[in-house]
């Protein structure tokens, strides 16, 4: 005889489970295998983030773009969660980010946008980093690529000053 396993598919993250069934004896005989071992795999939907633009001029009109995939069934809503490293200041330099970003059914990405803020500081380039995070009731698995940078160019001017006469009297 067959004993057939049908999994129940759900949302929850979770390890992959393994099922070990194992005959006991009784009035029959058992074979040169007892036992039989199935892996139920987990099927929750692999995340990864990417930049879409490197860079981005403080003076830009247009946002840059952290592009968030998942891969897996896109039937349902997936909110992913995020932290944000940066040297720049959120508030003064971009526009604050959420934590979080709604890839919404049926779809496989969702943008992040970085609004930048002019100012009229000269100040180093500002990279802004962004990590994808994951907690105890997540619904999804980190892929391979969890982090992503976009760089903020300052655009002020370079004012640089020269001798004409390294002898002047």
Same mark, same amino acid.
């Given at each position: /005889?067959?004993?057939? &396993? $049908?999994?129940? *598919?759900?949302?929850?993250?979770?390890?992959?489970?393994?099922?070990?069934? +194992?005959? !006991?004896?009784?009035?029959?005989?058992?074979?040169?295998? /007892?036992?039989?071992? &199935? $892996?139920?795999? *987990?099927?929750?939907?692999?995340?990864?983030?990417?930049?879409?633009?490197? +860079?981005? !001029?403080?003076?830009a009109t247009e946002p840059a773009r952290f592009i968030v995939e998942r891969s897996?069934?896109?039937?349902?809503?997936?909110?992913?969660?995020?932290?944000?490293?940066?040297?720049?200041?959120?508030?003064?330099?971009?526009?604050?980010?959420?934590?979080?970003?709604?890839?919404?059914a049926n779809e496989t990405s969702a943008p992040i946008e970085l609004v930048v803020?002019?100012?009229?500081?000269?100040?180093?380039?500002?990279?802004?980093?962004?990590?994808?995070?994951?907690?105890?009731?997540?619904?999804?698995?980190?892929?391979?690529?969890?982090?992503?940078?976009?760089?903020?160019?300052?655009?002020?001017?370079?004012?640089?000053?020269?001798?004409?006469?390294?002898?002047?009297?």
């Amino acid at each position: /005889g067959q004993i057939a &396993v $049908t999994p129940i *598919d759900d949302d929850i993250f979770e390890p992959d489970e393994t099922l070990i069934v +194992t005959l !006991s004896p009784g009035q029959y005989q058992i074979g040169a295998s /007892g036992s039989a071992t &199935v $892996t139920l795999l *987990d099927n929750e939907p692999v995340v990864t983030i990417r930049a879409e633009d490197a +860079t981005i !001029s403080e003076d830009a009109t247009e946002p840059a773009r952290f592009i968030v995939e998942r891969s897996g069934n896109p039937a349902y809503d997936l909110i992913v969660s995020y932290t944000v490293w940066t040297y720049a200041t959120a508030g003064t330099d971009y526009v604050q980010l959420t934590g979080t970003v709604k890839i919404n059914a049926n779809e496989t990405s969702a943008p992040i946008e970085l609004v930048v803020h002019e100012d009229d500081l000269a100040e180093y380039d500002e990279s802004v980093q962004i990590w994808i995070s994951s907690g105890a009731d997540c619904r999804y698995r980190l892929g391979p690529t969890t982090d992503a940078t976009i760089t903020i160019l300052d655009n002020e001017p370079v004012v640089t000053i020269e001798a004409t006469d390294s002898e002047a009297a």
